[in-house]
Antibody
Framework: EVQLVESGGGLVQPGASLKLSCVASGFTFSDYWMSWVRQTPGKTMEWIGDIKYDGSYTNYAPSLKNRFTISRDNAKSTLYLQMSNVRSEDTATYYC?????????WGQGVMVTVSS | DIQMTQSPASLSASLGETVTIECLASEDIYSNLAWYQQKPGKSPQLLIYYANSLNDGVPSRFSGSGSGTQYSLKINSLQSEDVSIYFCQQNYDSPYTFGAGTKLELK
């Protein structure tokens, strides 16, 4: 059974940095592209970016490219999202997903609240 | 960016009814369209990919159709467990964009 478990969220102050993790199991992690998608409290969905199965290529939403970085550690079956200089509009639930033709499997999500 | 316009924003239907949700892309996305179901308090789940391919384990009362810029999700014989928010999403071109969602409730 595919499982994706995100962690690392919480309350963070504007301008701070935060790193989210997603531990994968139930499939060969190193064979799959992976993605991060976020959902605002108002339920708006936004794709953040993708990373190739070997970590050699990343693709980001242009509006987030300068502040967010996706990486992975295939030995640990773990996906990461480094967020820097966070803003109130980054308040959302963050999901990691497998990525083939669509966002196939989703984690349970982790909440990030940006507030002073 | 490709804009995805989803309608209606909300929908109320009775058990056993057939409902249809529409999604309009701002340009041709060549059937690179997925539908997701998000049950209350849960993460989204893939229902349909490539506009009309049913994901594994999805009941056959769900179906997708469309081409070009116009797509739809049809739910036959509505069940109580179908109460959810439904999202369309284009996989044709980055950034990969979502519709605003349709909240389906029981009448």
């Amino acid at each position: 059974e595919v499982q994706l478990v995100e962690s690392g969220g919480g309350l963070v102050q504007p301008g701070a940095s935060l790193k989210l993790s997603c531990v994968a199991s139930g499939f060969t992690f190193s064979d799959y592209w992976m993605s991060w998608v976020r959902q605002t409290p108002g339920k708006t969905m936004e794709w953040i970016g993708d990373i190739k199965y070997d970590g050699s290529y990343t693709n980001y939403a242009p509006s987030l490219k300068n502040r967010f970085t996706i990486s992975r550690d295939n030995a640990k079956s773990t996906l990461y999202l480094q967020m820097s200089n966070v803003r109130s509009e980054d308040t959302a639930t963050y999901y990691c997903t497998t990525r083939t033709t669509s966002f196939d499997y989703w984690g349970q999500g982790v909440m990030v609240t940006v507030s002073s | 960016d490709i804009q995805m316009t989803q309608s209606p924003a909300s929908l109320s239907a009775s058990l056993g009814e057939t409902v249809t949700i529409e999604c309009l892309a701002s340009e041709d996305i060549y059937s690179n369209l997925a539908w997701y179901q998000q049950k209350p308090g849960k993460s989204p789940q893939l229902l349909i990919y490539y506009a009309n391919s049913l994901n594994d384990g999805v009941p056959s009362r769900f179906s997708g159709s469309g081409s070009g810029t116009q797509y739809s999700l049809k739910i036959n014989s509505l069940q109580s467990e179908d109460v959810s928010i439904y999202f369309c999403q284009q996989n044709y071109d980055s950034p990969y964009t979502f519709g605003a969602g349709t909240k389906l409730e029981l009448k």
